[in-house]
């Protein structure tokens, strides 16, 4: 009933590809959120009537992982990386500077859907901490100020694709 | 004279990639067909010096290479014009050259004796930023997959795995574990199907060491546990990523397809009847997946939650079946082990701590990157001569390594010989090798807290000493950083850290505590300030600072009343500027802007 909603051609695929190999239910959901950009509902009932597993199974998994998002993120998700080198170099203002410009917490998204501010554990690019990332766009060495500078350039409505 | 041939190298690392590396190579590109030179543009991987990204070596034929550091699409252009169409190296860029390819130029150090240089030992990372790691050709030209075929021709398991054991090599994941002897115990186990994986998770926030192997030379990991599947007798091997390494995950399923097409990978590897295959699976985002059980768990498709030991993984691993898990940088030493042999290994390092270490140095460093090590060189060297210090004038504090795991060594410890014993004994870990050096603007308590945080968040929750305890941990660091610390919360942390590292599950657990128990020895006054004096010695834990406007020192700019969020600062055009504290919310936009340094941090 809820599959006009959202296209679930696809996830038949996803079904052969990963279920019947090796019955992974991590791979099945990240072929999801990697669909989708977060974890449909909708797509997760129909996944858990056509294996015969309880939907809680799916929802057990998708909330033990970081990656996994319960509600779709906003247009362009911004990324703060919070590791170590990142915060020695001052990660947790650049946190707080664009969550006071956007007024949103950490995991929120903006009320007009365009950013959703997240923090992440280390990217592998420390020597050019802090990191920031908005979209698929990385960016080094960043400060408070040249952060806000860059999501200015998000902000005319041109969105970035999805983290 | 005739027209020489040139080769154009960008490094496309991570770190070069977020420096721009990708605009830098687009332009080479453009220029060469527009001036119609007769180039050859490459790219290669992190070559460890990540703080001089983007980095692009030039290479004419029959001449030493040469690297230029900090490379803009303006210095690009004139490199090209210079160095690639008339062979005259632009001098104020270089940062090395490499004699091995040819003759020399003048005035350009050579690439080895660099300080960042000349005390390495490139053993791991001998491939990583000279070779292309998506050319197998590339890989094979340079030794690649020499290891395995006299591994596969000896056709004696048990004598190549007798080879790892007398290099000495310890597991480069964090616990240590020999080698050889993880392997011996697995190959003796009895079982139709067994496994090997490959840990690619790189947990520790601040580490990069994995990710560059992983990006710039993976088919040395292919190799590598290739010979360790000969070795225990696997068919089948994983490869468990974290999904916030894309490059590193793309680079090893190129390199993984042209393994499978040369034979090296697949049901007959070179032609001799060994059957193996290796899958990449992407962690989902937990750090406690890095540990070995929880690993399989996740791969298994469960929630990742560690069991207890034993049954070790050598016995009972993924599916039940026996299986060997190793570190990236383990695996990536086993080819040069096999051809070089473990006398010529055993010869770097410490009586028991052999070999090479990689350290991903990071933090308040003037030349931070990816760096190899023989085991036994101080902290001071690694730090000062090799990092070349810290920058801006200012005091070294602390250098933190192992992780979440680890803990925090002094000033008075940088004379500490880098390896497993000796890091254990000034009160931390070597870990996997991320080092992040702080200098006297960082907060020990603050570094403790934020630890907590993150192993709070991370704690499975399977077991209460850990999901509970770490939790409580957390809250009292954050009391004590608000200025709410009480008497006796030093003595309550000691107690439930030892505690907790007593009775919790996984190492996890058992290592939560480290980076609390180690600042709480070597920096007890910095606590006792917070707790006692209400009072935050490096001026970081916000409701202990307040910022204020000299009024001698200020121009009336203007700078940080537009730069305060809330509007606290108020005053006129050239005239002293006034802060209310009640409206600051400690942001400190201010203290960044101002370049009079007329506000105060306190
Ligand atoms: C919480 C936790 C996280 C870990 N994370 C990693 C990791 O990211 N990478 C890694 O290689 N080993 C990690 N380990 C260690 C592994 O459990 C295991 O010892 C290692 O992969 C074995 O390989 P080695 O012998 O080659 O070092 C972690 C251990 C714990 C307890
Ligand atoms: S120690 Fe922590 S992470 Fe490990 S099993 Fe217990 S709760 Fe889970
Ligand atoms: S610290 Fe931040 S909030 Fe306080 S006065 Fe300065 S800019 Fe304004
Ligand atoms: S700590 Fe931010 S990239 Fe590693
Ligand atoms: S990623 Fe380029 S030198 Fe490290």
Redesign the interface.
């Known amino acids: 009933m809820l599959q006009g909603i959202i296209p679930m051609d696809g996830l038949d695929d996803i079904l052969t590809k990963y279920y019947q190999t090796d019955g992974s239910i991590v791979s099945i959901l990240q072929d999801m959120e990697g669909r989708y950009g977060y974890i449909p509902e909708e797509a997760v009932a129909w996944v858990s009537e056509k294996t015969g597993l309880s939907a809680s199974r799916f929802y057990g998994v998708a909330t033990f992982y970081g990656q996994f998002h319960l509600v779709k993120p906003g247009k362009n998700v911004v990324k703060v990386c919070r590791g170590t080198a990142c915060h020695v170099k001052g990660s947790e203002k650049i946190s707080d500077d664009i969550r006071t410009l956007l007024k949103v917490g950490v995991g929120e998204t903006t009320p007009d859907g365009n950013f959703t501010v997240e923090h992440v554990a280390c990217v592998g690019a420390c020597a050019r901490a802090p990191i920031f990332i908005v979209g698929k766009d990385v960016y080094g060495k960043i400060t408070p100020q040249k952060a806000k500078k860059t999501l200015e350039k998000y902000m005319g409505g041109e969105g970035n694709g999805k983290g | 004279m005739e027209k020489a041939k040139t080769e154009i190298i960008v490094g496309m690392g991570?770190?070069g990639?977020?420096?721009g590396a990708s605009d830098i190579y687009a332009l080479a590109a453009e220029q060469a067909k527009a001036k119609g030179l007769s180039v050859k543009l490459s790219s290669t991987s992190c070559i460890g010096m990540?703080?001089s990204?983007v980095l692009v070596d030039v290479v004419t034929e029959g001449y030493a290479r040469v690297t230029y550091g900090n490379v803009t699409t303006a210095t690009m252009e004139e490199i090209i014009d210079s160095h690639v169409s008339g062979n005259v190296p632009v001098l104020k860029y270089t940062i090395a050259q490499m004699p091995s390819y040819g003759k020399t130029y003048d005035d350009i150090p050579v690439f080895e004796q660099l300080p960042y240089m000349n005390k390495q030992e490139r053993v791991v990372l001998s491939n990583c930023g000279f070779i292309d790691p998506l050319s197998i050709e590339n890989y094979i030209s340079h030794g690649g997959y020499e290891a395995l075929k006299k591994v596969i021709a000896a056709a004696d398991p048990k004598a190549a795995i007798e080879i790892i054991k007398a290099s000495g090599l310890r597991g480069r994941g964090g616990a240590g574990f020999p080698t050889g002897l993880k392997w011996e115990f697995c190959n003796k186990a009895q079982s139709d199907v067994k496994y090997i994986i490959c840990n690619a998770d790189?947990?520790?926030?601040?580490?990069?060491m994995d990710?560059?192997v992983l990006e710039g030379d993976p088919h040395a990991i292919i190799e590598g546990m290739l010979i360790a599947g000969y070795c225990i007798g696997a068919s089948y091997g994983y490869v468990y990523c974290r999904?916030?390494?894309p490059l590193?995950i793309s680079n090893l399923k190129v390199a993984i397809s042209q393994a499978h097409e040369m034979g090296f990978l697949g049901d007959n590897v070179l032609n001799s009847g060994f059957k193996f295959n290796i899958k990449i699976?992407?962690?989902?985002?937990?750090?406690v997946c890095g540990e070995e059980t929880a690993l399989i768990a996740?791969?298994?498709?469960?929630?990742?939650m560690p069991r207890a030991k034993p049954p070790f993984p050598a016995q009972k691993g993924l599916w039940g079946k026996p299986t060997v898990i190793n570190n990236v940088e383990t695996l990536a030493n086993i080819p040069r082990i096999i051809v070089k042999g473990a006398e010529w290994f055993s010869a770097f390092g410490t009586e028991k701590s052999k070999g090479t270490k990689v350290f991903?140095?990071?933090?308040?460093i003037n030349r931070?990157?990816?760096i190899e090590i023989p085991m036994g060189i101080t902290l001071r060297e690694i730090i000062y001569d090799i990092g070349g210090g810290i920058p801006n004038d200012r005091a070294f504090k602390a250098v933190?390594t192992g992780?979440p795991s680890g803990g925090c060594l002094t000033a008075a410890m940088l004379d500490t010989p880098v390896d497993y014993e000796n890091i254990a004994k000034a009160g931390s870990i070597v870990g996997s090798g991320?080092m992040?050096v702080?200098d006297e603007d960082?907060c020990m308590v603050n570094?403790a807290r934020?630890?907590l945080e993150?192993t709070q968040s991370e704690s499975?929750g399977k077991c209460t000493p850990c999901r509970i305890g770490t939790k409580r941990l957390y809250e009292i660091l954050h009391r004590i950083t608000e200025g709410k610390g009480r008497k006796g919360d030093l003595e309550l942390l000691d107690e439930l850290s030892e505690d907790i590292r007593a009775a919790s599950l996984c190492g996890l657990g058992q290592t939560a505590p480290n980076p609390i128990l180690s600042t709480l020895k070597n920096f007890r006054d910095e606590y006792a300030a917070h707790i006692e004096e209400k009072r935050c010695p490096a001026a970081v834990c916000k409701p202990l600072i307040t910022f204020t406007i000299i009024e001698k020192s200020c121009t009336g700019c203007m700078a940080c009343s537009r730069?305060c969020?809330v509007n606290a600062i108020t005053g006129e055009k050239k005239k002293p500027h006034f802060l209310a504290q009640e409206l600051c919310i400690k942001?400190?936009?201010c203290f960044?802007?101002c370049k009079f340094k007329a506000v105060l941090k306190k």
């Open positions: 991570t770190c990639i977020t420096a990540c703080h990204e790189e947990g520790d926030p601040g580490a990069f990710r560059s999904a916030e390494y590193a699976k992407e962690g989902a985002g937990a750090f996740s791969i298994e498709g469960l929630r990742g991903a140095l990071a933090g308040k931070g990157g990816l933190q992780g991320g992040i702080m960082d570094i934020y630890f993150f499975c730069a969020p942001c400190g936009s960044d802007v």
